[in-house]
């Protein structure tokens, strides 16, 4: 089918001669002859000419081309060749196709050095003309690697040699292929695998050397299956194919299997190929019985059969009985006088190289009389109430058609079948029973009777309490438990009583300290069952349970809202109950419930609730009931309460009373200036006697805020303060005489100088007065006499005072300059000033908050000047400047 690397032999002749040039060009390569100078042509003509000859004679040392097509086309007159083809230059991508010529039956003439012969088809690829006329023939290819050529139609006057003329601008090739044409289709080819076995999928393939894009065709199977069809159209290989996959059957041994060509333009049946199917199977088993019912009378003959098919053939038979193999041999098996004990399953089995198979059973039945029959009762253990079957057993074939029932021997009416039922049985119903069968062969007899023994739990169960007065909690109680017939005896008893696991198999139960919530109580008797009896209530009778205080609001209970206390319990036997209430240990209300209208803080405690019954009495839990409340009655306590000395430490608290207790505090002193402290506690460390005075803060929760009133602080002095002061005080005291001596003197001077300044104003017409008012001063002697501690701070004070005068007649000239110019002054240096001291004793009580009976001042006052004469005064700096130490 491919034909590769080789043109026709003539045609290798025709395109080398008078060539030299390599398949590579004018590039080197190492398997081709170098070109050699023009000079040294003539040394080697001779060996030229043998290697031109070589080449001449051989088709496979130089190859242009290299083409790939199929060996050999197949067709049929009216169909149509599509012939795959490819090619490839050796002198690389370069190298194209510029001509093509289709020839049939072509031969190589010598003397032309051409081809000669039928030409289908001519063209010039470069110009793209076309000398075909028939329009049969067409190119389908390129001219760099795809030489693909369509014949359509073909006729049968096609076959024969083919050949296509390729040329370049320097090659030329001749590629030749066979065609087979034939009158009519050619039948399809079907293969088989060598073996087919039953129920192995299995693939047939029917194929076709033809194909072509043009004309269609179909290929269909004889039988069903899984139908897959190609089209191959490759420069290797052009085919059609079917493939068939089926599942081949035992049937289909011996069958024909046909794969017909089909056209379906036409719709007309081409050409099919038939092939004959062996198909190998397992053995095909059955059993022919004569007589053929295989029902015989005991004593009777039976002839079994077993017919065989199979390929390939079988090997032996074997035959079997309910499974068992029997000693038979051979596909026929006669049983001359059949008993009872031959009916039963009858099979034949047999094998080949396929596989063993075993026939369908045949049932052979042996008839004969009923055997003498008997009673069966279901269930064996029989409980009164129950559904009672009885059974009559009796082998016989046909089987009984008429069954007779005795009940102590005597017949039951009605009762014919093989069985009956008691639904609900009864004591009555036990008995003796017995049965009688018959089939159509005649009657059986009766073997045994059956005792029908009905059983049942005790009766009548019940539980009595052996102390039937009134039972307290904490009692013991005795129970017993009694029961009226059983069948079976009893045999034990079971209390259902916890906490009494030692007495739960006794007739008799003891409860030791039985509870208030005592469960009923009740007992069963056993025997193979059990019997319980109705539940005994123990009405234990016991105090009031689970009391407990209910408080409405549930959620926080506040100053001024209406809060209701009930008391609760959860049972008590009897019910007839009281109540009563205590806060804080104390007796109150006996009521259910206590209101509050308007709830206090002095409500606030713990309360219990009692509840009390004929039996006893009890109590709830302690219930804390809290009332909140904005702060109030807050005060201010200072530690040390009684003062505190000068330099030690001052505790000042703000207590309050409050619920929740206050999350915040502020501090104000007796100026109500905030002091910017937030705690509980000021700590004044250390203390001064300006921290003297009074003191107030305020607290707030988050239901309100209060303040308190003022409280004083007082700070005494330290023993260090009073000797210092008690020096200053000596001091100033003998300052003080020192002084009144020089103002005695100073008083002297100053009249002596008055009396001086009056004749200057007389003459310089200005004058002066000082009004003095002096307040008389007690003597030291009339002073009350100091109680107690000496307070230094009320010290005698000295005051100085300056009087500045008017200037003289030298200065007259220059207050005159003074009025033309407001912004003159007088010069610093000169000082026409009097000082006077007064000394000034104020006499005050011993303790400072303590206030004197009589105040006694003295001192000197200078309380204005007066100017005499006329004219204005000169700007000069003038005034009083009083000066006071205090110390």
Not at 226 to 247: D, Y
Not at 259 to 267: E, F, I, S, T, Y
Not at 671 to 687: A, C, F, S
Request: proline share 6%; hydrophobic share 30%.
């Amino acid at each position: 089918m491919k034909k590769e690397g080789k043109g026709v032999g003539v045609g290798a002749q025709e395109e080398l001669s008078g060539r030299c040039q390599r398949p590579g060009g004018s590039k080197t390569n190492s398997s081709w002859p170098r070109l050699l100078p023009r000079h040294s042509t003539m040394h080697l003509l001779g060996p030229s000419l043998l290697l031109l000859g070589y080449l001449v004679f051989s088709d496979s040392t130089y190859n242009a081309w290299t083409f790939k097509h199929p060996k050999t086309l197949y067709a049929w007159d009216g169909a149509c060749v599509w012939i795959p083809c490819t090619y490839s230059s050796l002198k690389g991508s370069g190298h194209i196709l510029d001509n093509l010529t289709v020839y049939h039956n072509f031969t190589y003439d010598k003397m032309a050095k051409n081809y000669i012969g039928t030409i289908l088809y001519s063209k010039n690829l470069t110009t793209e003309e076309s000398t075909s006329s028939q329009e049969r023939v067409r190119f389908l290819g390129n001219r760099r690697n795809n030489c693909t050529l369509l014949i359509n139609p073909v006729r049968v006057d096609d076959s024969g040699l083919l050949g296509l003329r390729v040329m370049s601008r320097t090659d030329k090739w001749m590629a030749s292929l066979n065609l087979s044409i034939s009158e009519r289709a050619p039948q399809p080819h079907i293969e088989l695998p060598q073996e087919i076995r039953e129920d192995q999928e299995v693939t047939a393939t029917c194929s076709l050397n033809f194909a072509c894009y043009d004309y269609q065709i179909h290929l269909q199977w004889s039988l069903e299956g899984s139908v897959t069809t190609s089209t191959i159209l490759s420069p290797e290989t052009v085919a059609t194919q079917s493939r068939l996959s089926f599942q081949p059957s035992w049937t289909h041994n011996g069958k024909n299997l046909t794969c017909q060509l089909w056209d379906p333009m036409k719709k007309q049946l081409l050409s099919e190929k038939t092939v004959l199917l062996e198909v190998k199977y397992a053995p095909k088993l059955k059993i022919q019985v004569s007589p053929e019912e295989a029902t015989v009378t005991e004593g009777e003959s039976v002839t079994m059969r077993c017919q065989v098919m199979s390929n390939p053939p079988h090997k032996n038979v074997s035959w079997f009985k309910d499974r068992i193999q029997l000693k038979e041999q051979g596909t026929t098996v006669t049983l001359p006088e059949v008993t009872r004990t031959m009916s039963g399953q009858y099979t034949c089995q047999v094998s080949n190289e396929v596989g063993t198979r075993r026939s369908d059973a045949v049932d052979l039945q042996v008839h004969y009389a009923p055997e003498p029959s008997s009673v069966q009762i279901s269930p064996s253990s029989i409980k009164e109430g129950v559904t009672v079957e009885l059974a009559c057993i009796s082998a016989a074939n046909p089987p009984p058609a008429n069954y007779t029932w005795y009940f102590n021997g005597q017949e039951m009416l009605g009762k014919n079948g093989r069985t009956f039922q008691i639904p609900q049985v009864l004591v009555k119903h036990a008995g003796r029973y017995s049965c009688l069968a018959e089939n159509s062969l005649g009657p059986g007899s009766v073997d045994q009777e059956a005792d029908l023994d009905v059983q049942y739990p005790p009766k009548g169960v019940t539980t009595v309490i052996q102390n039937p007065t009134p039972i307290r909690e904490g009692d013991s109680v005795t129970l017993s438990c009694t029961f009226n017939s059983s069948n079976p005896r009893v045999t034990r008893y079971n209390w259902n009583s916890p906490g009494s696991q030692d007495q739960t198999s006794q007739e008799k139960l003891t409860i030791q300290k039985v509870t208030w919530d005592a469960a009923p109580v009740k007992c069963e008797a056993c025997n193979q069952w059990c019997s319980w009896s109705p539940s005994v209530n123990l009405n234990v009778h016991y105090a009031p349970k689970d009391v407990s205080i209910q408080i409405s609001p549930h959620t926080e209970v506040r100053s001024g809202e209406q809060v209701l206390l009930r008391c609760e319990f959860s049972s008590s036997h009897p019910e007839d109950v009281h109540y009563f209430w205590k806060k804080d240990g104390n007796l109150l209300e006996k009521r259910k419930t206590l209101t509050f209208d308007s709830i206090s803080p002095e409500d606030s405690g713990t309360y219990h609730c009692l509840v009390n019954n004929s039996i006893g009495q009890t109590s709830s839990e302690a219930c804390e009931l809290r009332v909140l409340y904005a702060p109030r009655r807050l005060r201010v306590s200072i530690s040390p309460k009684d003062g505190v000395v000068e330099g030690k430490m001052a505790v000042l608290t703000c207590e309050s009373d409050a619920n929740p207790a206050p999350s915040h505090y502020n501090w104000f002193d007796g100026n109500n200036q905030d002091l910017h402290h937030y705690g509980q506690t000021l700590r004044l460390e250390p203390v001064k006697l300006q921290h003297s005075g009074s003191y107030w803060c305020r607290g707030a929760n988050r239901l309100g805020q209060s303040q308190s009133p003022p409280t004083t602080l007082t700070v005494y002095y330290s023993a260090a303060t009073i000797s210092r002061r008690a020096a200053l005080g000596v001091g100033f005291c003998l300052a003080i005489f020192l002084l009144a001596i020089w103002g005695v003197k100073l008083q002297r001077s100053w009249k002596r100088i008055q009396r001086q300044q009056g004749l200057q104003e007389s003459s310089s017409g200005q004058s002066f007065f000082v009004r003095n008012i002096k307040a008389r001063r007690t003597p030291q002697a009339e002073r009350p006499h100091s109680l107690g501690c000496y307070n230094p701070v009320m010290e005698d004070a000295v005051s100085y005072a300056t009087l500045s005068f008017p200037l003289g007649e030298t200065d007259t000239q220059r207050l005159r300059d003074a009025e033309s110019s407001e912004m003159r002054e007088i010069p610093p240096s000169r000082d026409d000033s009097v000082t006077y001291a007064v000394v000034q004793n104020r006499q005050v009580a011993d303790y400072e908050n303590v206030t004197p009976e009589v105040l006694d001042d003295e001192g000197i006052h200078y309380s204005e000047l007066v100017h005499f004469g006329n004219g204005k005064r000169a700007l000069a700096q003038e005034g009083v400047e009083y000066v006071t130490l205090k110390h």
